[in-house]
């Protein structure tokens, strides 16, 4: 465990290690799981042709403005510990049923649409979440040290998402994507 966490890299304090790599890899897998999901909405949004991507845009703001003060009501009255897993598990549950839905039916304009903005919308608050719960867990000294060191795992994640994509697409095709995204 020493070398994982050489002194030039990051002064990880003993007790801190679990934390730190559950962190990194957290992270990391979210940021991969995005990388493979932002292709998807992409190519949700060559079915409305890029002359529409404005309503697509209105779309997501509209909704990021319906849910944001919802968001709100719910983190203000749950705890960080209950209102992280509930908002990856939404995320898991929205890509699964998003993966029902879209089976042979990628050219539908409601589908592609809806998908689009449900990403575009969730995918703020993942981040903003993410870090949230860096917050509430590490101090402020240990986030001087300790922050770099996990957002290298988004780093690894904003590689390895698109390698994976690129990679597997073929094989998994869109479905498969979003499954691998969701595990």
Same mark, same amino acid.
């Given at each position: 465990?020493?070398?994982?966490?050489?002194?030039?890299?990051?002064?990880?304090?003993?007790?801190?290690?679990?934390? @730190?790599?559950?962190?990194?890899?957290? !992270? $990391?897998?979210?940021?991969? &799981? %995005? =990388?493979?999901?932002?292709?998807?909405?992409?190519?949700?949004?060559?079915?409305?042709?890029?002359?529409?991507?404005?309503?697509?845009?209105?779309?997501?703001?509209?909704?990021?403005?319906?849910?944001?003060?919802?968001?709100?009501?719910?983190?203000?009255?749950?705890?960080?510990?209950?209102?992280?897993?509930?908002?990856?598990?939404?995320?898991?549950?929205?890509?699964?049923?998003?993966?029902? @839905?879209?089976?042979?039916?990628?050219? !539908? $304009?409601?589908?592609?649409? &809806? %998908? =689009?903005?449900?990403?575009?919308?969730?995918?703020?608050?993942?981040?903003?979440?993410?870090?949230?719960?860096?917050?509430?867990?590490?101090?402020?000294?240990?986030?001087?040290?300790?922050?770099?060191?996990?957002?290298?795992?988004?780093?690894?994640?904003?590689?390895?998402?698109?390698?994976?994509?690129?990679?597997?697409?073929?094989?998994?095709?869109?479905?498969?994507?979003?499954?691998?995204?969701?595990?």
């Amino acid at each position: 465990m020493d070398r994982l966490f050489p002194s030039w890299l990051a002064r990880v304090e003993r007790h801190e290690r679990r934390a @730190v790599v559950l962190a990194c890899l957290c !992270n $990391l897998v979210l940021y991969a &799981s %995005y =990388y493979i999901l932002r292709p998807v909405r992409d190519t949700m949004a060559t079915v409305f042709g890029s002359g529409e991507l404005q309503n697509l845009f209105t779309g997501t703001f509209i909704a990021t403005m319906i849910a944001s003060p919802i968001f709100a009501v719910i983190a203000s009255r749950v705890k960080i510990r209950h209102l992280v897993p509930g908002v990856f598990w939404f995320l898991i549950l929205g890509i699964l049923l998003f993966d029902l @839905v879209l089976k042979d039916r990628t050219d !539908n $304009l409601w589908i592609a649409g &809806s %998908y =689009y903005v449900w990403f575009s919308t969730i995918n703020l608050f993942l981040v903003s979440v993410f870090w949230s719960l860096m917050v509430d867990t590490f101090t402020a000294a240990q986030a001087t040290r300790l922050f770099g060191f996990i957002a290298f795992g988004q780093e690894i994640g904003a590689i390895l998402g698109p390698v994976l994509t690129r990679t597997l697409v073929k094989y998994l095709q869109l479905g498969g994507l979003l499954l691998l995204a969701a595990a």
